[in-house]
């Protein structure tokens, strides 16, 4: 079965601590994003890559990373700078044809800052 | 700046009435319109989607409307059954010279009474 997977589905994190959040495809899409969803609030795009070794600041990057260096990987590294990392992290990997786009989402990682 | 907005965070109908989601958004360059089913600690899944040279589409008891003058679409499930209790979020893309990225509204909470 093709798919998203991300995981854990749950992260506790220490002040002060980098944590890495996993996302891995098997669906042969290029482009792979991280959201991030807090309560009450829409998902903001943290990081996207349309290719392999290439990606983007999204909407929020500041106090995150990634890397690309498969196609079928792209983890996120929540670092300390990040001041609240408290959320619901989604990885979503992307079918984009011309005129027609369309993301499809893992599980989710809760991270909790503790 | 929120370029896709959902300005009703909750919406509460009967079992077998109809529910309407709707959805504004401001970039006149967004071409491909999704909306996305969300249930608790899991990820989004796709729902429904219309391009812009079109002005409605139909899935069973999803049908998305889109005015393009108005900026504006519309989500209608008719009958609405209790399954349907969820958090419903509109997405536009617009295709970049970086590659197509999704914008997401901040998401409606739809509860459907039996």
């Known amino acids: 079965d093709g798919g998203i997977t991300q995981s854990p589905k749950y992260l506790f994190r220490k002040e002060g601590q980098n944590v890495t959040l996993s996302c891995e495809q098997n669906?042969?899409?290029?482009?792979m994003y991280w959201y991030r969803q807090d309560p009450g609030q829409g998902l903001r795009l943290i990081y996207y890559?349309?290719?392999?070794?290439?990606?983007q600041k999204g909407d929020i990057a500041e106090g995150y990373s990634v890397s690309r260096e498969k196609k079928e990987s792209f983890p996120l590294t929540v670092t300390s700078a990040q001041k609240n990392p408290t959320a619901f992290y989604l990885c979503?990997?992307?079918?984009?044809?011309?005129?027609?786009?369309?993301?499809?989402f893992g599980q989710g990682t809760r991270l909790t800052v503790v | 700046d929120q370029q896709v907005k959902q300005n009703s965070p909750s919406l509460s109908v009967q079992e077998g009435r109809i529910s309407i989601l709707n959805c504004d958004y401001t970039?006149?360059?967004?071409?491909?319109f999704l909306w996305y089913k969300k249930y608790p600690a899991e990820g989004p899944t796709f729902l429904i989607s219309?391009?812009?040279?079109?002005d409605k589409n139909e899935d069973g008891r999803f049908t998305v409307f889109l005015n393009k003058s108005a900026k504006h679409l519309s989500l209608h499930i008719v009958p609405s059954q209790p399954g349907d209790s969820a958090v419903y979020f509109c997405?536009?893309?617009?295709?970049?010279?970086?590659?197509?990225?999704?914008?997401f509204g901040e998401g409606t909470q739809l509860t459907v009474n039996p």
């Open positions: 979503a990997s992307i079918r984009g044809d011309a005129g027609r786009t369309e993301a499809f």
């Open positions: 669906l042969n899409h290029d482009a």
């Open positions: 890559s349309q290719i392999v070794n290439d990606f």
């Open positions: 970039n006149s360059m967004f071409d491909y």
């Open positions: 219309i391009s812009s040279i079109k």
């Open positions: 997405a536009a893309s617009a295709w970049e010279t970086s590659g197509s990225r999704l914008t």
